[in-house]
């Protein structure tokens, strides 16, 4: 093992900077000699002195490097050191030849001079006062810069979250720090609680603070909106906080009513639903405000229109005859009620004839010559619909422009399309519903001009949203906007299993488990091991040719991500027989594992800012665009070990470049959670079954898994758990109101 030594030098020239992590390799001059060096290094430049700790390794293809662990800057010591520094270009404006004439007519007394006299400076030809101004202030700022860096380091906090901090507060993060480090879990992107938390600690901040408890209240709000919940029970949102802080709940009262005061959480009084008796809840202000725009903009879409009934159902024949198509009488009714009504509700499971309903509305409207807009919330999902209706579909992210402004950060990533550049249609479509969350939902809405009709097209026995919000069940639940349900399996889809037991555990009757079906089977074995055994002969060597699609596209759903049959743990042995290491495929350790290239992996968070690009021959970008999203998976196409970057591949040809600091929004995707899967399609899927929590292992998690297979479903492990799960009706209800504020925005009562 190498020895840390300590070096000291100056930068001549960066060599590769990543401007997102700020990993650098640059070139030292240490005693005379050239020294790479490599690490991360935000705020300093070419030209600067530095003292640094670290070990010299040795690089497989750029050779001997010295890794530099930690560092500080030296204040240049004589005339020399300070015309290299400001002749590097780290002064904006002072270039080499400048440079030369300030050292040579101040001397040594260089840096004492452009701090303590500026106007100095413009004694130099060539520099005005105002000039002379400007780079003292740069010379300050970047002093300050490094003396922040320093202080903040103390704390343990890293150097990229340190430039974050001071980007934010600037010279204030001093009194930030010792008064309110909890304020940068609100204003910092990547600082949630628990880091504000354990710095506030290192600063001796008390545990009873009352910016800790509101910060923790705050805290306990959002971990709820990651498990799907709008708002808290206030019981339960007192309860977990203290159990987070060690706090009594009863101090915590009056901390409540001070973030309502200050317009950061909104206390409601909602029926419970079996007692009736009021109970108090608890908003983050933001997702009361969702839920009541939300419920606003659907009243104000859902106008009725004066119809001509004849007319209409001689168009319906006319439909029926030019495409050679029957619609049974709930698809009728669909196509009535979108013609009558600004918002439509279809729903029903598979092989109900949604596509079919979904075509018959999109021709009625094409034939009244108006603009049809399709989109689904995920790239898979609109895929399938273009797919299904031979009609441009959309994700509803790119339906509404996002775009991450990436040269103006102080706008960050949104929508082009909002209330102020709304959507150009008459008709917008959009499927899978159930998938969708109350932002995008609200996102959504603030596009869509009054006297656009909404057609809602989902299964709402699925699984919920990942986001926050039951959208599709709430506006059901409603009882405020026009639903047909979809119900007959029409005889084609009768002939496949996956869609008559999909329908059978749905309405929780028994499957038989013969193995006589084409499409639908099930492997009872009983130890986890045999299982992932079965599992990979099955990818490798019988489902393939089975349903003509390669090994990568046959997707493990597994109901869990912890345990013997938990995605962590198939993952990584299905990558060892699926994408076994080579010579010639470049890897990067990341956490307990590592990516590979040719790892088919996942997007886990959205991202709303990462760019994008659809390459065309020659691998020349054709279109770019910001946003990857949580689902989206692809293939690892190149890993830099040099660059820090790992290169993936999405559908439609999207190329994402990730800088190794984000390698934490990917995992592999060999195995997902059934969750994950929701409005994806697979050619096969095989579930694993051999136990799980009862809250867990529930009826529609399994109906959701069955029905993300076109072609074959192969269940493998205990028939016990099948029966169990197909029993279980436990749905983990989420804590949601958008049917209470729909009822209300009907009443007017806000």
């Not at 040579?104 to 060539?126: N, V």
């Not at 879409?301 to 004066?306: A, G």
């Not at 080579?582 to 990462?610: C, S």
Request: glycine fraction near 8%.
């Amino acid at each position: 093992m190498s020895v840390e030594e300590t070096i000291e030098g100056y930068i001549d020239h960066v060599i590769f900077r990543n401007e997102e992590n700020g990993y650098t390799v640059m070139c030292l001059v240490s005693g005379g000699e050239e020294v790479t060096c490599v690490g991360n290094f935000q705020y300093i430049g070419e030209g600067e002195t530095i003292k640094a700790e670290g070990r010299f390794t040795e690089h497989p293809s750029y050779g001997a490097q010295f890794t530099i662990t930690s560092f500080e800057t030296v204040i240049p010591q004589d005339a020399a050191a300070m015309e290299r520094y400001l002749g590097s270009g780290a002064i904006k404006g002072i270039g080499a030849a400048l440079a030369a004439r300030i050292v040579r007519r101040f001397g040594d007394d260089t840096l004492r001079i452009a701090e303590e006299e500026p106007e100095r400076l413009a004694e130099i030809k060539g520099i005005s006062v105002r000039k002379a101004r400007e780079i003292a202030e740069q010379m300050e700022e970047k002093a300050d810069m490094r003396k922040a860096m320093i202080f903040l380091q103390q704390y343990g906090i890293s150097l990229s979250l340190g430039v974050k901090i001071y980007q934010q507060y600037g010279p204030q993060l001093y009194g930030v720090l010792k008064e309110n480090p909890y304020r940068m879990a609100e204003d910092i992107s990547g600082v949630g609680f628990k880091m504000a938390d354990e710095i506030a600690a290192r600063i001796g901040i008390h545990t009873d603070s009352d910016y800790r408890i509101r910060s923790g209240l705050l805290y306990i709000l959002l971990q709820g909106t990651f498990d799907g919940h709008t708002y808290l029970p206030k019981e339960v949102l007192l309860r977990r906080t203290s159990q987070l802080l060690g706090v009594e709940a009863e101090y915590m009262e009056k901390h409540v009513m001070d973030l309502a005061v200050d317009r950061k959480v909104v206390v409601k009084e909602i029926a419970d639903e079996k007692s009736e008796v009021l109970l108090p809840v608890v908003y983050a202000s933001q997702f009361y405000h969702l839920e009541l725009h939300t419920a606003q903009m659907l009243r104000e879409l859902n106008i009725k229109e004066d119809v001509d009934e004849t007319l209409l159902e001689k168009q319906l024949r006319r439909i029926e005859a030019n495409h050679d198509v029957l619609l049974d009488e709930r698809q009728r009714e669909a196509v009535k009620e979108a013609v009558r009504w600004g918002v439509l509700v279809i729903t029903g499971g598979p092989g109900t004839g949604k596509t079919t309903t979904i075509n018959a509305i999109i021709r009625y409207f094409e034939g009244e010559g108006q603009d049809i807009f399709l989109a689904a919330p995920t790239g898979r999902a609109a895929k399938r619909m273009t797919e299904a209706t031979g009609y441009e579909a959309r994700t509803i992210h790119r339906l509404l422009e996002l775009t991450g402004v990436p040269e103006d950060s102080s706008v960050g990533a949104h929508f082009e399309r909002n209330e102020e550049n709304p959507l150009d249609a008459d008709v917008i479509i959009i499927d899978e519903m159930s998938m969708v969350d109350i932002h995008l939902m609200h996102a959504l809405l603030s596009a869509v001009t009054v006297g656009t009709r909404l057609v809602l097209v989902g299964d709402v026995n699925q699984l919920p949203s990942v986001g926050p919000g039951s959208v599709l069940k709430d506006i059901i639940a409603s009882g405020n906007f026009h639903v047909v349900e979809l119900t007959k399996i029409f005889r084609q889809a009768t002939q496949s299993d996956i869609v008559v037991n999909a329908h059978k555990i749905n309405r929780g009757e028994r499957v038989l488990l013969d193995n006589k079906s084409m499409d639908f089977f099930f492997l009872k074995r009983y130890d986890a091991n045999v299982i992932i055994s079965v599992i990979i002969t099955l990818i490798q060597k019988k489902l393939p040719k089975f349903v003509d699609a390669e090994p990568l596209d046959i997707q493990v759903l597994s109901p869990m991500r912890k345990g013997l049959l938990g995605v962590e743990r198939l993952n990584q042995i299905l990558q060892q027989y699926l994408n076994p290491p080579a010579p010639e495929k470049k890897e990067r350790e990341q956490g307990q594992g590592l990516f590979r290239e040719g790892d088919k992996v996942m997007q886990i968070k959205n991202n709303y800012q990462l760019p994008w690009e659809i390459r065309g021959r020659y691998g020349i970008a054709a279109e770019r665009g910001e946003g990857v999203f949580n689902g989206d998976m692809g293939i690892v196409k190149e890993i830099n070990s040099f660059g820090e970057t790992l290169t993936v591949e999405y559908d439609e040809c999207r190329y994402v470049e990730y800088a190794f600091s984000q390698l934490d929004e990917l995992e592999l995707a060999y195995a997902v959670t059934i969750h994950k899967s929701q409005g994806s399609e697979y050619p096969a899927v095989i579930i694993p079954l051999l136990g799980g929590p009862k809250m867990l292992m529930t009826r529609n998690l399994l109906y959701t898994a069955v029905t993300r297979a076109r072609k074959c479903v192969t269940l493998v492990g205990d028939e016990r758990t099948f029966e169990e799960m197909i029993e279980n009706e436990m749905e983990q209800s989420r804590y949601t109101t958008l049917d209470l504020r729909i009822q209300e925005a009907e009443r007017g009562g806000w």
